[in-house]
């Protein structure tokens, strides 16, 4: 079963509005952490922003939140301000498992494109 | 400051044959792992391992195989490729497989097999 949702393969959005793309997991540990990430056309993978499964505020780094929803097992991210330069691939990842067995698995995608 | 190194970049390959892909990071991260990126699919992940070693199955561990016989080095072996392994293959390090540390990612290698 898959494990990481993202329900949108592409999104258009202008620039400067604010932009969410959505993510659902499914795990049955108490303990996990969720991640964002971007990857530019260049191909680098690029570390966005963290949430904690026992975080009770939502994780925040500069323009970028994640809205954790955990009874609906969803972190989505919220983009503030778009820019040109956020045009890119974004990935969002679960780390589940005990310290033996800890593993971090990723979503599909959503490529966001920002329009001038 | 290297991070995490990943040889070769690019390489194209004969089915059947034997490939090693190399991996080193120099962080001293105690977990490290493998992912292929296929397009639509996203990053799946190979095989992991949390500490020097142990290794573990991810997703789609067939047809390829780890060893971690140093805390530095992750290399994924294909004894025999086939050209449904044509991909990207990434590499990533974590300072701890149970804390809440991202992981960091290699410039990726470009695998095609013919």
């Known amino acids: 079963a898959q494990k990481i949702t993202q329900t949108q393969p592409g999104m258009f959005v202008q620039e400067k509005e604010a932009v969410t793309l959505d993510c659902t997991y499914d795990?049955?540990?108490?303990?996990?952490?969720l991640f964002w990430y971007k990857q530019p056309s260049s191909g680098e993978m690029i570390f966005l922003i963290y949430?904690?499964?026992?975080?009770?505020q939502n994780a925040t780094e500069g323009r970028y939140s994640l809205n954790f929803q955990k009874a609906r097992k969803s972190a989505n991210l919220v983009i503030s301000a778009s820019q040109l330069g956020d045009s890119a691939m974004y990935f969002c990842a679960m780390r589940e498992g005990n310290s033996s067995a800890s593993k971090i698995i990723f979503g599909s995608g959503t490529r966001l494109s920002i329009r001038p | 400051i290297a991070g995490i190194t990943q040889a070769p970049t690019s390489q194209i390959l004969a089915a059947g044959r034997r490939m090693t892909l190399r991996c080193t990071q120099d962080?001293?991260?105690?977990?490290m792992y493998w992912y292929r990126q296929d397009l639509g699919l996203g990053l799946r992940l190979i095989h992991y391992?949390?500490?020097?070693?142990?290794?573990g199955k991810g997703e789609v561990p067939d047809g390829y195989s780890v060893s971690r016989a140093n805390t530095d080095d992750f290399p994924l072996t294909l004894a025999s490729a086939v050209p449904s392994q044509t991909s990207v293959y990434f590499c990533?390090?974590?300072?701890?497989?149970?804390?809440?540390?991202?992981?960091?990612f290699g410039q990726g290698t470009r695998l095609t097999v013919v």
């Open positions: 391992s949390n500490t020097a070693g142990t290794t």
């Open positions: 962080m001293r991260h105690n977990a």
């Open positions: 990533a390090s974590s300072d701890s497989p149970d804390r809440a540390t991202e992981a960091f």
């Open positions: 795990t049955s540990d108490q303990s996990y952490g």
């Open positions: 949430q904690g499964s026992y975080d009770e």
